[in-house]
């Protein structure tokens, strides 16, 4: 019975860490105000292409380490090095090409690499007589997440209005952060 109630804190963790790696698909929200700061659209696709590209690559590579780092480490470094990437992002005052494209790019796109594959490969250990449903769960909160993020950053949150760029990178960074840490904690094997 501990087991079976346990796995519903393991899909709530696997959701929640997925609605923050989400966040890759919210890039759309930037461009607008980046090409606003001079920003060619071809340099934010930049951005959002090497976010996609290192996610993958990246995704690979945590895939062969999760049996050796185990699931918790292999979310736990996904989530700070995401965390990580939007505030670098951030400290280049949110408009400067290079920062962000190393921020939300590359060290973001790692980020999400690291820890995608744990939700997916946690839950299905957990829910074995419904692999398809923990799945599609898991990568619905990596779909849910993306519009969250949209939504808060313009027009449920108005936060890059309110705050900035720099200052919506580095609230993303560190709410992706928090919450991923927090969400690895339930990432654990069955027993």
């Known amino acids: 019975m501990i087991a079976h109630r346990h796995r519903w804190v393991v899909a709530v963790g696997a959701i929640v860490i997925q609605m923050c790696l989400g966040a890759i698909y919210a890039w759309s929200v930037f461009t607008t105000p980046l090409q606003d700061e001079g920003w060619s659209k071809v340099e934010t696709q930049i951005v959002f292409s090497t976010g996609l590209g290192t996610f993958a690559l990246v995704m ?25 990437g939007y505030t670098i992002a951030a400290i280049g005052g949110g408009d400067s090409f290079v920062p962000v494209l190393i921020g939300v790019g590359l060290v973001g796109g790692s980020g999400i690499g690291l820890a995608y594959v744990v939700p997916i490969a946690v839950g299905m250990r957990w829910f074995p007589d419904h692999k398809g449903m923990i799945s599609g769960v898991a990568v619905a909160g990596f779909g849910f997440g993306a ?5 808060v950053a313009g027009t449920w949150g ?12 580095l609230t993303y960074g560190i709410v992706f952060a928090i919450v991923v840490v927090l969400g690895s904690t339930t990432m654990k094997m069955p027993p």
Do not use: N
Not at 147 to 151: A, Q
Not at 158 to 169: K, S, V, Y
């Open 158 to 169: 108005d936060l890059i209005e309110r705050i900035g760029l720099d200052g919506t990178f």
């Open 60 to 84: 690979v590579y945590a895939g062969k380490k999760l049996r050796t780092w185990g699931p918790q480490r292999l979310a736990f470094s996904g989530g700070l090095t995401l965390g990580a």
């Open 147 to 151: 519009m969250g993020w949209i939504k």
